[in-house]
């Protein structure tokens, strides 16, 4: 149900098509899934389906166009990055575990897998989710390093697309800055940020459409809870430098922003070239 709300809401306002794609296990009469024979399992399994997918293509508004598709696949992920590749899909939207009680994302085992493993976008869904969209705002969760220029160019070209405001933040964890070197840093982020923003969308910066900004915090959480919110809202985060061949690695700083965002979340895969950082002002005052 989460998942199919955010699918819905990224999709409001847009000519997007829907996908609305389950997942079966491979039938096979050695692998112990199906306790009955397997015709009479199959079809009890297939009926299952049909009602689920009718359900499902029910919720989706009137004014998104969607269809359903079922798919059979050694595992739930593998199911699901087949159907993302024979549709040529934009991004997988999935939703939180079950068991998110004290978190808004708790990544479960097919999340966990593609975002490890998907050559596309994964926008996940926070528990409950139910806003209808559409996006207004597209904040992106950038730094300095190798790869920041080519999400942050991802958030564009969405911005661009969506007609809708893009905000650029940037996150000053405190206790790993010393006190006397935050402005600089902070100077430094937003001059990377804005430099990157003017060579893909200057209309977009100059217009006031587009922001970059810093937000301070004595964690990297603390930081994030601080950032203005607001419905309408979804975040963009790059993948570890970890990932190789354009795909996702969620590292470990992305892991402790899902545990704090109240937003849908997408993570963009690494681009296979990815952009040279700039100097840092250290470096640059060593050369």
């Given at each position: 149900?989460?998942?199919?709300?955010?699918?819905?809401?990224?999709?409001?306002?847009?000519?997007?098509?829907?996908?609305?794609?389950?997942?079966?296990?491979?039938?096979?009469?050695?692998?112990?899934?199906?306790?009955?024979?397997?015709?009479?399992?199959?079809?009890?399994?297939?009926?299952?389906?049909?009602?689920?997918?009718?359900?499902?293509?029910?919720?989706?508004?009137?004014?998104?166009?969607?269809?359903?598709?079922?798919?059979?696949?050694?595992?739930?992920?593998?199911?699901?990055?087949?159907?993302?590749?024979?549709?040529?899909?934009?991004?997988?939207?999935?939703?939180?575990?079950?068991?998110?009680?004290?978190?808004?994302?708790?990544?479960?085992?097919?999340?966990?897998?593609?975002?490890?493993?998907?050559?596309?976008?994964?926008?996940?869904?926070?528990?409950?989710?139910?806003?209808?969209?559409?996006?207004?705002?597209?904040?992106?969760?950038?730094?300095?390093?190798?790869?920041?220029?080519?999400?942050?160019?991802?958030?564009?070209?969405?911005?661009?697309?969506?007609?809708?405001?893009?905000?650029?933040?940037?996150?000053?964890?405190?206790?790993?800055?010393?006190?006397?070197?935050?402005?600089?840093?902070?100077?430094?982020?937003?001059?990377?940020?804005?430099?990157?923003?003017?060579?893909?969308?200057?209309?977009?910066?100059?217009?006031?459409?587009?922001?970059?900004?810093?937000?301070?915090g004595e964690s990297l959480e603390a930081a994030l809870e601080r950032a203005n919110w607001k419905s309408g809202d979804v975040a963009f985060v790059g993948?570890?430098?970890?990932?190789?061949?354009?795909?996702?690695?969620?590292?470990?700083?992305?892991?402790?922003?899902?545990?704090?965002?109240?937003?849908?979340?997408?993570?963009?895969?690494?681009?296979?070239?990815?952009?040279?950082?700039?100097?840092?002002?250290?470096?640059?005052?060593?050369?």
């Amino acid at each position: 149900h989460d998942a199919l709300a955010l699918a819905s809401f990224l999709a409001k306002g847009t000519d997007t098509e829907l996908i609305v794609a389950m997942i079966t296990p491979e039938t096979s009469p050695y692998s112990g899934t199906h306790p009955l024979p397997l015709d009479d399992a199959d079809s009890i399994i297939g009926k299952q389906i049909d009602t689920w997918m009718s359900e499902a293509l029910a919720q989706v508004p009137a004014d998104i166009a969607a269809k359903g598709v079922v798919r059979s696949a050694s595992s739930e992920a593998q199911g699901l990055l087949d159907v993302a590749s024979e549709f040529g899909a934009v991004a997988i939207a999935i939703g939180a575990a079950t068991t998110a009680l004290l978190r808004q994302f708790t990544v479960g085992t097919v999340a966990s897998t593609l975002l490890h493993a998907s050559p596309v976008p994964v926008a996940l869904a926070p528990a409950g989710f139910a806003e209808e969209g559409p996006v207004t705002r597209i904040t992106t969760l950038f730094g300095t390093r190798s790869g920041a220029a080519a999400l942050i160019g991802t958030s564009v070209e969405s911005a661009l697309q969506r007609d809708v405001q893009l905000r650029l933040l940037s996150l000053v964890q405190l206790d790993r800055v010393p006190p006397s070197q935050v402005q600089e840093v902070e100077e430094f982020v937003r001059e990377f940020g804005g430099a990157v923003l003017a060579g893909r969308a200057e209309a977009l910066l100059e217009s006031g459409k587009a922001t970059v900004e810093t937000v301070e915090g004595e964690s990297l959480e603390a930081a994030l809870e601080r950032a203005n919110w607001k419905s309408g809202d979804v975040a963009f985060v790059g993948s570890s430098r970890l990932a190789q061949g354009g795909r996702i690695f969620l590292g470990a700083r992305a892991q402790r922003l899902l545990r704090v965002l109240t937003v849908p979340i997408i993570v963009v895969p690494r681009a296979a070239q990815p952009a040279e950082p700039p100097k840092t002002p250290e470096q640059a005052t060593q050369q």
